[in-house]
Each structure stands twice: as C-alpha cells, then as structure tokens.
C-alpha cells in the first residue's frame, strides 16, 4: 500500500470519527433541552388535538419512553436509513423532502457563487502578483477589498434597491417566475437564472476579493523561492513558470479553503437567502429555527457537517494530484 492511499485512509478514518460524532451531537443536544418537539406542536394545535393525541406525537418524532441508548440506537438505523423524520413547520411532510428541495437551490446559486468567485479571484490574484507594482496591482486590490469590507447583508439590500426596486431591470425575489412551470425546460431555466443574477452577484463581489488577495500574497512568496528562479535561468516561457511552477503551488492553501466554502455552501447563504426571499437552506434554516422544528434543525445540521467533512475529503485527494511531495 503506497503512502498516498495510507494518507487517504487516515484521513477518511479521521472524518469517519467526526462524522460519527456530529451525529451523536445532533442526537443528544435537542433531548437535553426543556420541553420536544411533540409538546411544541401539541401547544400549537391546543383544542384541535386531544390530549392522548401528544402521546403519538411523541412517538413519530422518537421521543418514546424508551431509554435514551434505544432511543440513540433507533435514531442512528433511521439515519442510515434516509429517515430524518417528520418536520414540525411543515407536519406532515418529511424533512428529507423540504432538505431536497431547498438543497437543489442552494447548490444553485451559492455553489455556482462561490466556483465563478474563487476561479476569477485565483486568476485575478495570479495575474496582478505576476505583473506586481503594475497598475491593475495598484487599482484591483483596493477596490475588492473595498467591496468585500462592506457588511454582506448592506450589499445586498444596496443591489437589489437600486437594480431590483428604482430601475427595475431584476426581479425583487423568489427563486423563479410564477407564471413559469417548474421543470427541464427553457423558461424556467431562463427564468431562474434572471432572478439569481442580483443574490449571486452580490455574494461573488463580497467573496472576490479575499481570493484574489489570498492568490496575490501566496504567489508573491512563491516568485522569490529558488525554483522560479532557476525555472527563469532555463529560459522557460514566462507562462509556463506563471501557470505550471508558481500558480500551482501558490494555489494549494486557496483550494484548502475552497474544500470548506464548498462544505459550507450547503449552509446557504443565510443573510442573501432572507433578503431576496430565495428558497435556500440559509433561509429554511431560519424557518426551522423560529418554529423551533428540531427534526427540521438535526437534518440541516447533519447535511452540512456531512457536505463540509466530503468536500474536505476531496480537497486531500485533489492536493495529491496538485503537489507531488505528498505522494512521497
């Protein structure tokens, strides 16, 4: 066995643990709160329910007199299962289902955000560090790190008064026109890509920056190592060292960070989300959280800690590609 798949290992034996205990976590901080779930609900729907009704209640959300290490066995078999159970804010459907829907937007616009801003940051940062003391070095900087200073949420108000509500050339909210059909076809797809143009530009604009400079510091550190210099003393084309020597390396601590923005995507872009009325899981996290939904909060929470523990996963395997001196 090379060390290569050694490292791998390890590693997925380590997120294996943290998996493991995120689960428990999720499984034990609700039960140590004052009141559940079924009693919230019971509370809500007082004299529509009868009285014997809470003890169901108990029941289909797996708060059941059983002991708490049956009750924790019960709960792992369901998870394992793609059983989250039944969502309070929106009783009767289940959680998996408004988690898959939400999910699909998310990916959507905070996903697709987050690629354009770290893929035009990286080049960004890459460029002006070769071409440092140059005036796009003297302008770029400046002017991202302004934008990017701003709080997320002001930015995003600011966007969509202009262009959204005083010029009208966007939508104010929502995911997509109502006079669309949901589907695979074209206007829907137009349509959803016209209302995520304002909530996705604000979150490249906020996010730009701090890749660019993050490209632009790590990359000036790399041009002043021996082996730029003595790529230079060869007589290699100068894209060649910019791309395949400096970039390549000065890139591996961004794409660490990329591997945990893109665990987090999943988390939504919480603040946007709200502002824009966008369907996320920022915003049905907000829901759940204000319904005190419990089932609803464990199954966002898992789906995050999962995405964010497989997108660190990735980013090892991808950086034994990207840097051969952990293959050794």
Not at 29 to 48: E, N, Q, S, V, Y
Not at 196 to 222: D, H, K
Not at 229 to 255: D, E, V, W
Request: charged share 10%.
């Amino acid at each position: 066995m090379n060390q290569s798949l050694k490292y791998l290992l390890r590693r997925l034996g380590f997120y294996s643990v943290a998996a493991w205990a995120a689960l428990t976590l999720n499984f034990f901080i609700p039960r140590l709160m004052p009141g559940d779930p079924a009693t919230i609900i019971f509370a809500r729907f007082r004299g529509k329910l009868k009285p014997e009704a809470i003890n169901a209640l108990r029941e289909t959300f797996g708060l059941t007199d059983e002991p708490l290490l049956g009750q924790y066995w019960s709960y792992l078999k369901s998870i394992f299962q793609g059983d989250l159970g039944i969502s309070i804010a929106y009783f009767p459907e289940p959680v998996n289902g408004i988690i898959y829907s939400a999910l699909l937007w998310t990916i959507f616009l905070a996903g697709t955000s987050l690629v354009i801003s770290f893929s035009l940051g990286t080049l960004l940062g890459t460029i002006i560090s070769w071409n440092r003391g140059k005036k796009l070095d003297s302008v770029l900087p400046p002017v991202l790190a302004f934008l990017g200073a701003f709080p997320y949420f002001w930015l995003a108000m600011a966007v969509l008064y202009i262009f959204g509500f005083k010029l009208g050339w966007f939508p104010l909210g929502h995911a997509y026109s109502q006079e669309v059909t949901p589907g695979f076809n074209i206007s829907f797809l137009a349509s959803a890509a016209y209302h995520a143009i304002l909530p996705a530009s604000t979150m490249i604009l906020v996010g730009l920056g701090g890749w660019m400079l993050s490209m632009r510091n790590t990359m000036i550190t790399t041009l002043g190592t021996d082996y730029i210099t003595f790529a230079h003393s060869k007589g290699l084309p100068s894209r060649q060292i910019m791309l395949h020597y400096a970039a390549r390396n000065a890139i591996l601590p961004n794409f660490t960070g990329f591997g945990m923005a893109l665990g987090f995507v999943l988390s939504g872009a919480l603040l946007t989300e709200i502002i824009f009325s966008y369907p996320g899981q920022g915003y049905l996290l907000l829901q759940a959280v204000q319904a005190q939904d419990f089932p609803l909060m464990q199954g966002l929470f898992m789906t995050i800690t999962f995405a964010v523990l497989a997108a660190n996963w990735l980013v090892d395997i991808a950086i034994i590609f990207l840097d051969p001196r952990t293959r050794k």
